[in-house]
Structure formats: structure tokens, C-alpha cells
């Protein structure tokens, strides 16, 4: 177990290394890094090629990647579109979008899994297609456009909701925007789980399980859901970084100041180093949540315990 | 120790792409097709293929879903080509004037915020829609399938070295990765999104494309006749590639849907296609502001992206079932 | 009698149709006693058990007709729970493939215990200790320290021991074990299958043996019942069948199996195949590859003739089988 960790580590490097740079040579194509630096106006010459020599921007860009990432190691991300440190944009963007996270994965986790499991132990009736035929839809439909029609229902026309998030984001107010941001997830957990489960009924072991004489819950739960939700839990565990980095088009329909938003923000200003420190961040929660994701598939399945 | 992922792969793969279940969708699923073992009818291995599709197509003729979904394709199609056909108005001529407007004879769905005539625009927008759907999935599927192929085939450095990559554009969120490339585009074709979507997408089908053909490889005509001495070229033509492609087909279609609602979800975010470019993601994005007095033109181009979608999502999947000889 | 299956019918619904998988069969086995049933697979042999057993896959499955008597209990008008009950405790069941019939992510021990804990509410601690002695029992070495294992770390031949040991452990009148042996090396066939007879004996239960193996047969059963198409075509005491058999199935059946005697000579093997279970041919459903097979087999269905006391055959000319 500890090697496989240690090779996961090691397999890690690279794809972090080549992310990030990935995404600061966009950055840096993007436009002027400097541009953000001067206020509202645009910077004169002079002092333009004074900001780039002091901060490095004149040298090769593999050069600007090494210092910046040796920064970032030593918890410096560098300056924000508003002058202050980016860390500081972080401490106040990321604790909202992990609590929208949240109520996404409990979303898909609660909804999901269950109709998941009522209709592929009811395959083929019209519970079943009704369920098949609503996650079509959710999934063909794009989520700023769920978002905007249930933001227009429940918050404005009907009144359950506030239309839009107050600054600090509070957990029952992110109940809406939460769905929005799981509703694709949702219905692809509830495919994935159905198919899973309707994979899964068929077995051999479930047919033992049976004929031990079981009572049926109890071959569901303890026989059936625990081999069938395998997947299911790997795919929600690498759901997380990919909700947080997804966040960007809720955020912006429900007004919430979170990372998405904080990034929107950096790429309208153009301000490199906020959108590669926001976007540093999310590739390593998606990494660090691939790898928990691993371990737990290997605690899950003995099978690959013990290969 | 194997490779937890390995079972699981296009499942988990794609969920990097932020783009959320669709990709993913597509993936787990075709990974069901691939991992299909060899037909039991025991035909030979040139009559395998065309089998295969025989038989789905067969299938396919008399299932409702996939005529549907096809129907509402071509109809997408004609009038994306055509769009004077059922919208004879010019979608740029609007009249301030009757802004926000409600549906009047002659303009069915009303007015949009700068008083344009919203049918006119909704049917002008699949244009910009189906070819950015079109040319990214082309553009996708080749990319991603030939090298896909290759290095599953060849294995080797090649195979390690574009794995490594392929998880390094996962590792991407995509709705991230077209904020930061798009915005500084000015361009106001559909070229830019296009280029986009298959610098992003490839690495989707290139793993289902690998994982098929390390499958098909594996299979004992294979084996014979690379001991009858035929060569790589082809094996992989006249022996791989008509297994491998079912999955990466299945797949293409699926991601197609998903790339069109990618396209309204950078314009929404004023990334995509800009003004004045006719293209749903547009007119749902200008739409929103005042959806509260005039959900009309936000809702019909949000319906006529979704119907899109989903035709294209459910043929797929249709096709999926017919080539699946396991749901039989 | 132990068990008594009375004119059993069973349709499997398809996309092409009903498919007849058991056409009126009828057998009965008595404490003590291994009765064998003997037939290619598709004869309905296994879909019969799982009738029996009551874990048919409904739907597509369905029993249309007959009665299932176990201890004078009609098993098909039992309410699902009070079947439950039986299960396990009454009749058990040992699969073919141990591999994929034991849970992939559930220790042994667990599968074991869980008997004890489900029928008899024992307490985990205790469901433990017996499983363990369930495992001595069917000989696992180290029962102690495996208890925890999972059934991946098992061989073949030491996963059907855990197999026999689950159906074993709350002692049940009746044994079914299909195929037990078909996924195991030919020298672990053997072991397993004398411990199979052995336990059985220990017990004093009622087995029925299921298999297309004329020679397990002739070790450990009493009597035999062949099947085709969904039908018993003959039974008899085992000695007799093999001496002598009364339907031109067994006949064929039996000459098809390679013999030292016989070295040089070309093996027999039956024309044909079995009839598709959605068309199964008029009259005798064997008369498309009957060698006797004259114009009545083409229209009349044969019923189970008495040949003697103990002997049925379902052929219109089983004298003449018998005699030739």
C-alpha cells in the first residue's frame, strides 16, 4: 500500500508541473501581465518596463514559471487584481465554493444514488423510464440555463429562495445553487448508479445471497449496493475537483463571490496571478482528490487490495 | 499492483473536464462497449464488423428513440444550412422600439431585448451551433482516435508520453481553460471555439480510442494474423480499426450534444461567440437580465439548445444499445 | 418424502417468444437419498433447481404449472417470506463457479457467519467462531487465520469447500449442488466431490445432484434422472440406467463417453442439437435426432412409461431400447 501511494505521488509531479505550466503559458498569452498593475489607466512605457523588470517578466517564460512556482511553494501567490496578496482572495473565495461543493456532493450523493438504485432494481417499468428519460433532459440542458430558469422560478416568481447569494454565502442559502451546480452530476450518478445496480442484480453472488435466504433488504444493501456503488463513489470522489472548477457558471448566475466568481474577475482584469494562483489551487484539489479517490477504491474493493 | 483506475478509466477520466455528466456520460459508457468480449456466433473475423452493424442497424430502424433523434438531426441540419427556409427575415433587422414585446402575428416568439424578432434569431443561431458541434467533434474524433490508435498499438514511449499528457488536459477544468484562451480572442467566427473545444476534447476520445484498440489487439485473430505474417498497417486497418471505431462513434455523437452546450456556455460567459454572431449561447446570455419581464426570449433559444442536445445525446446512446450485443 | 416435484412447468419470456425451458417434470428425493439429474445444458436441469429453490429470475421466469412439495409444504403457494425462511435453513445450494457465486468484497467468514446471524440472530462474535468451524469442517487449513480472507485468495477447490460449507451450515434437509465440480481441475473434482458424499452421509440429507458427468454420477448417486428439452426422458435406480438404459438418449449418452475397451474405435456422439427451447419440435422433442425415431414420435408426445417399480422412460418403444 505505501509503495502504490508513494508511485501515485510520484505519477502526480508531472501532471501538476505540466498543468500549471500549461495554464501559465495561456495566462501569459493572454495579454499584458502588467495591465491590471496601474490602476484604471493604462500603464505609460516606462513604467510598464519598469513593472516587467521588476517582476521578472522580462526574463524567458520557463524562467517566470520556476520563480513563480518557487513562490508559490512558499505561500506567496503574488498580487490581486484588488492589490492585495491573492492568498488573502483565496482565504475569502475558497472557503465559499467548498461549502457549495458540499451541498452539490450531498445533492448527487442523496438524490442520486437513490433514484439510481430505485430504478435499476425496477428496470424497464415507468418509474424507471421517467427517471432515464428526466436525466436526459437535465443533462442536455446546459447548467447557466437550468440555473437561470430555476433562479427565475423559485427566486423570483415564486419567492422560495433569494434570487441571489448575500456576500457571505451562508449554507441554507446555497441549497439552490447547490442543485444547479450538481444537477449534471446528479443525473449522471443516477445513470451511473442505475446501471450499476441493474449490472449488478444479475450476479452470481446476489443470486447466493438469495438463495442463503436472506431477507431481500438486506440482500440490497449489504449484498447488492455495496459491490454496485463502487463506481459510483469513485466517480462522485473525482466529481469534486471538477464541481469546483464548474463553479464558475453558478456562481456567476446566483451572485456568489466565490472562486469562480474571484476568477472571472482576474481574467477580465487581466491579472496573471490571480487567475494562475485560483487555477494552481484547483489542479491540485483535483489531483489530491483523484488520489484519496484511489485509495479508497482500493479500501472498497479488496480485489485490487490485495492484487 | 495494477492500476486501480484501470476498470474505470473513462468514467473517472472525463470527470476533470469540468464540463460535468455529459463528457462523462459518453465515456463510462462506451467503456461498457469496449470491454464487450467477442460475439459468441462464432463468425469469422471479416464478417465480425459488418455483423455487428447489420445487426444495429437493424435494431436501430425499429427503435423510436433513434428516429426521432435522427428526424430532429436532420431538420437541425437543413435549416443550419438553410435557414431562410422556415425564417425568411433577416435576424440583424430589429426595431428597438418593440423590445421585450410578446409573441404578435408574424413573430411568433416575440421580441428580445433590442427589439429583434426572437424566431428569427432562434432558428438563424443553429447555424453557429451545429457547425462549431460538427467541426470540434471531427476534429476531435480524428485527432484523438489516430493518436489514440497509435499509441495503443504501438505502446512503447509514444503511449507513456501522451497518456502523461492526455492527464495533464484533465487536470484542466474546461469552462476555466476557454475563459482564460478565449478572452483574448476578437475573432467573431466560430474557428477559435472550435480550436478550443479540440484542444481540450481529444484526450477524451484518445482514451477511449487506446483502450479499444490494447482491447481488440488482444484478440486471438489478431494474434493469427500476425502469425500469418501480415503487417502492422495492416492489422491495424483491416483488423483493429473496424472494432475500435464503434466505441469512439458512440462516443463522438454523445460528446457532440455536449460540445454544442459548451459553445452556449462560453458565449454565455462572453468568451464564445460574440455580438453580432447569431448563436443561441448569445441570445440566452443577452436574454438573462430581464428574464424577469420577458422569459419568452430566453426560453425559446434555451429550448431549441436543449432539444439540440438531447437529440444528439439520445442518439448516441441509441446507437450505444444497438452496438451493445450485452443488452440484448 | 422429502421433496416431490409434481408436472413442473417453467417459461422464460424472450424477445422472440416464451421459451419452454421446463415442460412438466417430476422427481422426488427422500431423506438420505442422491438423486442425480443428468442433461446437456438447456435441458432445464438447473432452471428446475432454481425453481426448487426459489431464486427463478422473475421476470423473465415464470412457473406456469405444477406443485413443489418440500417436507408436505407446497412450496409455490408459500408466502415469500415463510419461503425465505426455507431457504438456507431447509435447502441449500451449492453453486457452479464459487469465484463469482461467493461476494467479491466480503470476507468468508462474513458469507459464513451471515447464515447464523440471519437465521438464527446469532451474535457476530459467535457467528464467527462457527464459521470457522464450518471451514474445519470442510477441511480448510488454517480455518482460523483464513476466516478474514476474501474469496479471491482462495484456489478453486478451497472456494467450493466454502461453497459446501455455507449450504451446510445450518445442517438443511436437502442439498442442492449444481454442477459443484464443472469449474475445478479434474484432480480437485474428485476430492471435492467425495467430501460432497461424505458430509452428505454425515448428515444424513437428501442431495440432488445436478451435472452432465456420467461419471460423478456413478460414484455418489442413488438413482438418476435424465432430462431433455425440459423433460425427464428417463429414471431409474443408477445400476440400472447404466446396465441397461430404456430411452435412446441415455443409450446415446452413454456410448458417447470414451472408453479404455473401446480404444481405436471411432466415439459415438449424438446427431444433431438440442432443440431451441422457443420451438421445441412436436411430439417426442428427441425425435429429430432419434435413431428409432418412427412417424407416432413425430406426432405423439410420449408420457413417462413404468418400465418397472423404480423405472420410468418416456420413449413409445422402450422395449425395444431396452432389449437392443
Known sequence: MARYLVRRLLQMIPVFVGATLLIFLMVNVMGDPVAGLCGERACDSATAAQLKREFGLDKPVWQQYATYMGNVFTGDFGTAFNGRPVTELMATAFPVTIRLTLVAIVFEIVIGITLGVVTGLRRGRPVDTAVLLATLVVISVPTFVTGLLLQLLLGVKWGWVRPSVSPLAPLDELILPGLVLASVSLAYVTRLTRTSIAENRRADYVRT?????????????????????????????????ALMGGAIVTERIFNIHGVGYQLYQGILRQNTQTVVGFVTVLVLVFLVANLLVDLLYAVLDPRIRYA | MPDPREPYEPERAVAGTGMGGGMDLAASEAATLEREPDRPDGAGPEDRPRSLWSDAWRDLRRNPVFLLSALVICFLVLIAVWPSLIAPGNPLTCDLARAQDGPSPGHPFGFDGQGCDVYTRTVHGARASVTVGVC???????????????????????????????????????????????????????????????????????????????????????????????????ILLRHIAPNAVAPVIVVATIALGTYISLEATLSYLGVGLKPPSVS????????????????????????????????????????????????R | MLLEVRDLHVEFRTRDGAAHAVNGVTYAVDAGETLAVLGESGSGKSVTAQAVMGILDTPPGRVTGGEIRFRDQDLLTLKEEEHRRIRGAGMAMIFQDALSALNPVLTVGDQLGEMFRVHRGTSRKDSRAKAIELMDRVRIPAAAQRVGDYPHQFSGGMRQRIMIAMALALEPDLIIADEPTTALDVTVQAQVMD????????????????????????????????????????????????????????????????????????????????????????????????????????????????VSGERGSACHFWRECLDG
Request: charged fraction near 20%; proline fraction near 7%; hydrophobic fraction near 50%.
Open chain 3, 195 to 306: 467430501l460432497l458424499a461424505e458430509l452428505r452421509r454425515e448428515y444424513d440429507m437428501g442431495l440432488i445432484l445436478i451435472t452432465h458427468d456420467l461419471g460423478v454420477v456413478a460414484d455418489v448417486a442413488d438413482k438418476i434422472a435424465v432430462m431433455y428439452a425440459g423433460r425427464i426422458v428417463e429414471t431409474a435406480p443408477v445400476h440400472e440406467l447404466f446396465k441397461r438404459p430404456a430411452h435412446p438418449y441415455t443409450k446415446g449418452l452413454l456410448e458417447s463417453i470414451p472408453r479404455l475397451d473401446h480404444k481405436g474405435r471411432e466415439l459415438y456422439a449424438i446427431k444433431g442439437l438440442p432443440p431451441s427451447l422457443q420451438a421445441i419440435p412436436p411430439g417426442c422433442a428427441f425425435n429429430p435426432r432419434c435413431p428409432m425415431a418412427r412417424d407416432v414420435c413425430r406426432t405423439d408426445v410420449p408420457p413417462l412409461y413404468e
Open chain 2, 136 to 234: 470540434a467533434t471531427l476534429g476531435v474524433a480524428l485527432l484523438g482516435s489516430v493518436l489514440g490508435a497509435l499509441a495503443g498499438f504501438f505502446g512503447g514511449g509514444w503511449d507513456a508520453v501522451l497518456s502523461r499528457v492526455t492527464d495533464v488536459f484533465f487536470a484542466i477544468p474546461v469552462v476555466l481553460g476557454g475563459l482564460v484562451l478565449l478572452s483574448v480572442v476578437t475573432s467573431n467566427t466560430v474557428w477559435p471555439v472550435v480550436g478550443f473545444i479540440v484542444l481540450l476534447g481529444w484526450p477524451q476520445i484518445y482514451r477511449i480510442a487506446r483502450g479499444s484498440v490494447i482491447t481488440a489487439k488482444q484478440h486471438d485473430y489478431v494474434q493469427a494474423a500476425r502469425a500469418l505474417g501480415a503487417s502492422d498497417t495492416r
Open chain 2, 280 to 327: 443561441w449561447g448569445i441570445e440566452i446570455s443577452a436574454a438573462s437580465p430581464y428574464v424577469r419581464n420577458a422569459p419568452h426570449a430566453l426560453l425559446w433559444p434555451a429550448g431549441a439548445l436543449a432539444v439540440t442536445v438531447l437529440a444528439f445525446i439520445m442518439l448516441g446512446d441509441a446507437v450505444r444499445d444497438a452496438l451493445d450485443p450485452k443488452l
Open chain 1, 209 to 241: 445471497a438469495v438463495a442463503k435466504g436472506l431477507p431481500r433488504r438486506r440482500v440490497v444493501v449489504r449484498h447488492l449496493l455495496r459491490n454496485s456503488l463502487i463506481p459510483v463513489v469513485t466517480f462522485i470522489g473525482t466529481d469534486i475537483g
